[in-house]
């Protein structure tokens, strides 16, 4: 296996590692986010099998040692797992994440303190990089689920959202919603709540140019619009799940 470094944004960089036994013959990507600055911030740890592999892709950019921040969408292996093999590499590292995330899990499973990021908080990276939390739980699954919104390039990291097969570009301006679709079809990885449409919609509404997906190519279209999309068929997704027009026609 090999990780593969791209620039997706000015100093944002995507380190993308494709496993063939996913999902075959398509197989089925990780990838992990570094937002440059005199703070640097990682966004998704990888594996914690996999760290060797991230660390030496990492250090292709810039000397590990000095990783300020660790984020990631939610306490899963793919998102954290190498938590505290980033905490011993970097000495200077926190992980960063939301309230809940932090009182569920990182308190007690994180070798360092973790900062807890209320919704809307910004760490300033330096350097004119500014990265925002945001809350949302249950979005695509995870209670303690949150993304960061990088301002000066409008760059949204959003984790799970999009989750799709394949070995795709770095960056595209084609389908993503259609594969994301599929994928969801396949492995119904997200827990359809109420409130989820207007999670993303939300999401939308910070106006983000380019979206970087944690499975699968960053995107450089249409970003709200195509997040207002997947809002839309999540929205179509639950009513039929909860049979909304059975309850209408009854009511
Ligand atoms: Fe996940
Ligand atoms: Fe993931």
């Not at 740890?45 to 810039?62: Q, S």
């Not at 900062?115 to 209670?143: F, K, N």
């Not at 993303?200 to 619009?225: K, Q, V, Y």
Request: net charge negative.
């Amino acid at each position: 296996m090999e990780t593969k470094v791209s620039e997706i944004a000015d100093g944002v960089y995507r380190f993308s590692t494709w496993v063939p036994d996913i999902a075959p013959p398509a197989g089925f990507v990780f990838n992990q986010f570094l937002v440059t600055g005199d703070e640097p911030l990682l966004f998704h740890t990888g594996l914690r099998r996999m760290f060797p592999l991230v660390r030496d892709a990492v250090a292709r950019v810039m000397p590990v040692e000095t990783l300020r921040w660790i984020s990631f969408g939610h306490y899963e292996a793919d998102e954290c797992g190498a938590m505290n093999e980033w905490l011993a590499a970097a000495p200077h590292a926190e992980v960063a994440h939301g309230q809940t995330a932090c009182d569920v899990s990182l308190n007690d499973m994180a070798d360092r303190p973790p900062r807890t990021l209320q919704d809307g908080e910004v760490i300033d990276l330096g350097a004119g990089r500014r990265v925002r939390y945001l809350d949302t739980p249950h979005v695509p699954h995870a209670w303690e689920a949150g993304l960061l919104f990088e301002e000066s390039t409008q760059t949204l990291l959003c984790g799970d959202l999009f989750t799709q097969l394949g070995d795709g570009p770095a960056l595209t301006e084609g389908d993503i919603l259609g594969p994301a679709l599929a994928g969801e079809d396949l492995f119904h990885a997200s827990a359809l709540n109420p409130t989820m449409g207007a999670t993303i919609r939300r999401l939308a509404d910070l106006e983000p140019r380019t979206l970087g997906l944690m499975h699968g190519p960053s995107f450089a279209g249409d970003c709200p619009g195509v997040l207002r999309e997947l809002a839309a068929d999540y929205d179509r997704r639950i009513a039929e799940a909860v049979g909304l027009e059975t309850l209408q026609r009854a009511a």
